[in-house]
């Protein structure tokens, strides 16, 4: 990104904000739910009580030897979070960097359109920019021409004006960022 330091990695530690009410509220929320809807035998009933204790109380805990893929997360550094809480790690640890083969493929596109508010945190780093970042200048590091489409429902953002902002908050507090109330479109080419 030219000339444009980094902005803080998203935690999910912080009460009462987004990642910390997803991690604390709704995951174990979707856990229970499936767990109660479907008639699964006891040792999925298990595996469903420890998962929700693992992303509740629990620690990221390394991937077996054998796993699918885990040369890949291990590649993205992943390793380096087991033993910590899950409260405690980038929001979107998981967003490793793509292959080489989908780079050159993203490169040779005439524009890479990425839609929703996930993929937007993951274009963005899953930071907490300040808004007025130029969007160019974040998603500089991307192989090609790339549009964003969402609503917001997360606090990441860039490429507002300082007015905009503003405007924004004086009406609405801090709530247009993750009321899913407005929505953007922002184009690097």
């Known amino acids: 990104m030219p000339d444009t330091p980094p902005a803080p990695v998203i935690l999910g530690n912080e009460p009462g904000s987004f990642p910390h009410g997803v991690l604390a509220e709704r995951h174990p929320a979707i856990i229970r739910q499936v767990r109660e809807a479907v008639p699964y035998g006891p040792d999925r009933r298990r595996a469903l009580d420890a998962l929700l204790a693992s992303c509740t ?110 405007a924004l908050v004086e009406t609405e507090g801090q709530r247009w960022r993750t009321g899913g109330t407005h929505a953007l479109i922002q184009v690097r080419e």
Do not use: H, Q
């Not at 390793?79 to 899950?86: F, K, L, M, V």
């Not at 930071?127 to 200048?137: G, I, K, Y």
């Open 57 to 166: 109380k629990g620690v990221i805990e390394p991937l077996p030897a054998d796993a699918p893929d885990g040369d890949r997360w291990a590649a993205g550094g992943l390793d380096d979070y087991a033993g910590r809480s899950w409260f405690d790690v980038p929001w979107l640890c998981a967003a490793a960097a793509p292959p080489a083969d989908l780079r050159t493929e993203l490169a040779a596109a005439t524009l890479t359109i990425v839609k929703g508010d996930l993929n937007y945190r993951r274009l963005m780093g899953d930071r907490m920019w300040p808004p007025a970042t130029p969007f160019a200048d974040v998603t500089a590091y991307f192989p090609g021409p790339v549009a964003a489409l969402r609503t917001l429902k997360s606090d990441v953002i860039t490429g507002l004006d300082a007015r905009t902002e503003a």
